[in-house]
């Protein structure tokens, strides 16, 4: 089934907002083994987004258009929709009720320009919105079956999963269930991973799609499977599952939903352990990292943020000196364990963006019992150096809360 997303809005087609809406589209879509063909971007102006519409409708078996159901005059789907099919807009009085008891209920009198919102193609189908005010609605136009959905991205993410995807499952005539799973690693890079994983579905016979997609400094490594049910998926995943751990090994952080951090601060809690943090350069990303996530009070105790050494009381960036900070952190702090990340930017401070500059990064890691530490010289320019700084941070507490060794080579240092 060929299938279209087609996202409306000056702001979108501009580059004033970034199109994350798209994105997120695309990749559930995919997830379920529905694939994407075209995706077309057209500004609040009637006559380009007819001429879509049309075009669309030529070219694609379902099309999802995101955005234009609000109260504004620029927000023209339901129009534009009504026009291409033919039909006029009537008034949708269950969802006209549904908008005055949902303003009612917080107090509020709904605008008159909200009952633009209920105005529907006399042919629509209804889909439901549960917690915005944008109608959700699906037509046909020519061969194709439009679904329509609300720009806001929470609206867009729960209307999705409950009412379009499954819909498009059934016109695609796509039976069984699909699962991606997920393995988040820092260290190795795709060529790595590739090399890693080289025969992975010739293993599986065929059984599943590998893929990867990289956002420094994480790589995120995929498996998309289909099974006639949840228990026959989940029994072709176990093997397969198992052969990924073991051959990406220890660079393996995280996986499907969870993050690096989560991972420490799940460790964290579970020991009883609590943390005090030190970091130079980054600026605070170390701690930010940590300190929203839920749990966090019970485990985070302090985060130090500091630009030069001298701040810390050293006069230079080492592992000794990573160390020593450490003891001296979770003394005062009163902290079961304490993290030391020191930054000196080098040539990279002093040569702009050229990737082949690099960073000193030293990490300190203290417990009651034992102290490690790792230096790393990391490529890059300021930013890569720094994320990845964190990430290092990060990942070598990881380690060593698991019993790991921390100083595992990476791929992105400088030899």
């Given at each position: 089934?060929?299938?279209?997303?087609?996202?409306?809005?000056?702001?979108?087609?501009?580059?004033?907002?970034?199109?994350?809406?798209?994105?997120?589209?695309?990749?559930?879509?995919?997830?379920?083994?529905?694939?994407?063909?075209?995706?077309?971007?057209?500004?609040?102006?009637?006559?380009?987004?007819?001429?879509?519409?049309?075009?669309?409708?030529?070219?694609?078996?379902?099309?999802?258009?995101?955005?234009?159901?609000?109260?504004?005059?620029?927000?023209?789907?339901?129009?534009?929709?009504?026009?291409?099919?033919?039909?006029?807009?009537?008034?949708?009085?269950?969802?006209?009720?549904?908008?005055?008891?949902?303003?009612?209920?917080?107090?509020?009198?709904?605008?008159?320009?909200?009952?633009?919102?209920?105005?529907?193609?006399?042919?629509?189908?209804?889909?439901?919105?549960?917690?915005?005010?944008?109608?959700?609605?699906?037509?046909?136009?020519?061969?194709?079956?439009?679904?329509?959905?609300?720009?806001?991205?929470?609206?867009?993410?729960?209307?999705?999963?409950?009412?379009?995807?499954?819909?498009?499952?059934?016109?695609?005539?796509?039976?069984?269930?699909?699962?991606?799973?997920?393995?988040?690693?820092?260290?190795?890079?795709?060529?790595?991973?590739?090399?890693?994983?080289?025969?992975?579905?010739?293993?599986?016979?065929?059984?599943?799609?590998?893929?990867?997609?990289?956002?420094?400094?994480?790589?995120?490594?995929?498996?998309?499977?289909?099974?006639?049910?949840?228990?026959?998926?989940?029994?072709?995943?176990?093997?397969?599952?198992?052969?990924?751990?073991?051959?990406?090994?220890?660079?393996?952080?995280?996986?499907?939903?969870?993050?690096?951090?989560g991972v420490v601060l799940e460790r964290l809690l579970e020991s009883g352990h609590t943390l005090a943090t030190a970091e130079m350069v980054t600026g605070g990303l170390l701690a930010s990292r940590l300190a929203p996530l839920p749990g966090a009070e019970r485990a985070f105790r302090r985060?130090?943020?500091?630009?030069?050494?001298?701040q810390l009381g050293i006069n230079g960036i080492s592992t000794e000196a990573a160390e020593a900070i450490g003891r001296r952190l979770r003394e005062e702090s009163g902290a079961s364990h304490a993290l030391a990340l020191l930054v000196d930017l080098d040539g990279a401070d002093r040569g702009?963006?050229?990737?082949?500059?690099?960073?000193?990064?030293?990490?300190?890691?203290?417990?009651?019992?034992?102290?490690?530490?790792?230096?790393?010289?990391?490529?890059?320019?300021?930013?890569?150096?720094?994320?990845?700084?964190?990430?290092?941070?990060?990942?070598?507490?990881?380690?060593?809360?698991?019993?790991?060794?921390?100083?595992?080579?990476?791929?992105?240092?400088?030899?």
């Amino acid at each position: 089934m060929r299938v279209e997303i087609l996202c409306t809005g000056d702001e979108i087609l501009s580059g004033k907002t970034i199109n994350t809406n798209y994105s997120h589209m695309a990749r559930r879509l995919g997830e379920v083994g529905l694939t994407v063909h075209w995706g077309t971007t057209v500004g609040d102006d009637r006559e380009a987004l007819l001429r879509a519409f049309r075009q669309a409708a030529e070219r694609a078996d379902a099309v999802i258009v995101n955005g234009g159901l609000g109260p504004t005059v620029d927000d023209l789907s339901q129009e534009v929709a009504a026009e291409a099919c033919g039909v006029p807009l009537v008034l949708s009085e269950y969802w006209m009720t549904r908008m005055e008891e949902s303003y009612a209920r917080r107090g509020r009198v709904m605008p008159p320009n909200n009952k633009k919102q209920a105005m529907l193609p006399a042919n629509a189908e209804f889909i439901d919105n549960p917690i915005g005010t944008a109608c959700g609605f699906a037509v046909t136009i020519a061969k194709a079956r439009f679904f329509f959905t609300p720009g806001v991205p929470r609206e867009m993410r729960r209307m999705l999963d409950e009412q379009v995807i499954p819909r498009l499952l059934k016109i695609g005539g796509i039976t069984g269930v699909t699962r991606l799973k997920r393995f988040h690693s820092f260290g190795i890079g795709e060529s790595r991973a590739d090399n890693m994983l080289a025969d992975m579905e010739a293993f599986t016979n065929g059984a599943i799609k590998l893929g990867f997609q990289a956002h420094f400094p994480e790589l995120e490594t995929k498996l998309l499977a289909r099974g006639a049910d949840d228990a026959a998926l989940a029994a072709l995943l176990k093997p397969i599952e198992a052969e990924v751990r073991k051959r990406l090994g220890n660079f393996v952080v995280a996986e499907d939903d969870q993050t690096l951090e989560g991972v420490v601060l799940e460790r964290l809690l579970e020991s009883g352990h609590t943390l005090a943090t030190a970091e130079m350069v980054t600026g605070g990303l170390l701690a930010s990292r940590l300190a929203p996530l839920p749990g966090a009070e019970r485990a985070f105790r302090r985060g130090i943020v500091v630009r030069d050494a001298a701040q810390l009381g050293i006069n230079g960036i080492s592992t000794e000196a990573a160390e020593a900070i450490g003891r001296r952190l979770r003394e005062e702090s009163g902290a079961s364990h304490a993290l030391a990340l020191l930054v000196d930017l080098d040539g990279a401070d002093r040569g702009a963006d050229r990737p082949d500059l690099a960073g000193t990064v030293c990490v300190g890691i203290t417990e009651a019992h034992a102290t490690v530490s790792r230096r790393a010289h990391l490529v890059g320019n300021r930013d890569w150096i720094r994320s990845g700084a964190v990430e290092l941070g990060l990942d070598c507490l990881r380690r060593h809360l698991l019993g790991l060794p921390v100083d595992e080579r990476i791929d992105f240092e400088r030899r």
